[in-house]
């Protein structure tokens, strides 16, 4: 496999290992198992959504990490690895934009090469997703795709996006996923009352028999900057009556234990929705995903509030090994649930949370 900048073979560093069996589950304290890891490539983003990255905090001068303090694709590689031995079958590339690192293809190929990595998925914004990108990242080895989109309405989605990206071009990249046979396609809309909630049956009609999964997310009090607020909060049983009331729904099993969104399908047979209700109805209990930052640090919790550093590890030499065991030590001593508890007073008072554009949704 190609080094990511030379082109070279890459060479597993000291104690690496690339075929070791997995180990036996690891559980956090709560008896939640390690399954999913989410990676962000990059902490840069080409949007400024007003929910996530808003200008008056990510302007002109905001310091992003610099590219020497980003994760190699090797580095990636070699903790997903890791990651794996103790329970991790699925990844998803996240940022910032991933689409913004450079020659993502190459990371992919890189994990796809992985013993035990089963499933390799990306969330964008479509922005940089041509044709020609979707069909190298499904080569690649990428399988599953979720892109971005918060309404039809061009006026309603530039001010969102903030930095006047049209409709039209998300929906280019939707069909050259599709296209390039990323399919079903996932489209995440972020709902905000007041802003975009009267969009959910318009963007319901639209994908409704496309193949593609429309997925509805309650907007979240993550990070500190996107001044949330509860009342802003859409509930998800208010979205599945007006959908439901249109076109009658009916509850979809979960593929899979921990998926975060429930799924339902039209009784006409033409095709699914989900929806991620974490302020309403908390998933914390089924909760089996990791996430790694652009820089190294493991966050236990989306709503984390301090990461752990394996960048530093890895520099300074550690083997597998004991990346290894620090990683058990971490997860095992995991007892996250914040959507749980969240409470009047989380809800008024912030914390130093991580931002989502730094480790992904």
């Known amino acids: 496999m190609p080094n990511e ?26 008896g939640r198992r390690l399954k999913d890891l ?29 590219h020497q303090e ?7 590689a070699r903790l997903t690895q890791v990651f794996v031995r103790h329970g991790v079958r699925k990844v998803r590339l996240t940022g910032g934009e ?46 599953r795709i979720t892109i971005s989109l918060d309404s039809l309405d061009n006026d309603i989605f530039t001010s969102m996006n903030d930095v006047r990206f049209p409709v039209s071009k998300v929906l280019e990249a939707i069909d050259a996923a599709k296209h390039a046979g990323l399919s079903p396609v996932k489209i995440n809309m972020v709902v905000r009352k007041g802003t975009n909630d009267h969009c959910v049956v318009k963007m319901a009609e639209h994908f409704r028999g496309t193949g593609h999964i429309l997925r509805f997310i309650e907007y979240m009090d993550v990070g500190n900057s996107n001044q949330w607020k509860l009342d802003e909060v859409v509930p998800a049983a208010q979205i599945l009556e007006a959908i439901d009331s249109q076109w009658p729904l009916e509850p979809v099993s979960p593929v899979l234990p921990g998926e975060v969104a429930k799924r339902y399908r039209y009784r006409d047979g033409k095709g699914e929705i989900g929806i991620i209700a974490s302020v309403t109805q908390p998933f ?13 640090l493991l966050y236990t919790c989306l709503f984390g509030t301090r990461g752990h550093d394996l960048r530093a590890m890895l520099r300074e030499g550690a083997s597998d090994e004991q990346i290894s065991e620090r990683l058990e030590s971490i997860w095992t ?29």
Do not use: W
């Not at 069996?21 to 956090?28: F, G, I, K, W, Y």
């Not at 980003?70 to 990636?76: P, V």
């Not at 479509?126 to 690649?140: N, V």
């Not at 914040?338 to 914390?351: C, G, I, P, V």
């Open 5 to 30: 900048l030379t082109g070279t073979p890459l060479v597993p560093s000291a104690g690496a290992s690339q075929n070791q069996a997995p180990s036996p589950e690891t559980r956090d304290a709560l």
């Open 98 to 143: 991933p689409l913004l690192r450079r020659d993502l293809e190459v990371l992919i190929a890189m994990l796809n090469q992985i013993d035990g990595v089963e499933d390799i998925a990306l969330t964008t914004n479509g922005s940089l997703l041509t044709l020609d990108k979707a069909r190298r990242l499904k080569a690649a080895g990428l399988r």
């Open 333 to 361: 001593a995991r007892t996250d649930r914040y959507s749980e508890l969240r409470s009047e007073q989380t809800r008024t008072q912030r914390r130093n949370r991580v931002e989502m554009s730094h480790i992904g949704g």
């Open 284 to 296: 914390c209990s089924g909760c089996t995903r990791a996430r790694l930052s652009s820089e190294g």
């Open 70 to 76: 980003l994760l190699t694709f090797e580095e990636i």
């Open 38 to 66: 989410r990676i962000s490539v990059t902490d840069r983003c080409n949007f400024r959504c007003t929910y996530c990255m808003p200008k008056e905090v990510f302007g002109p001068d905001f310091a992003f990490l610099p």
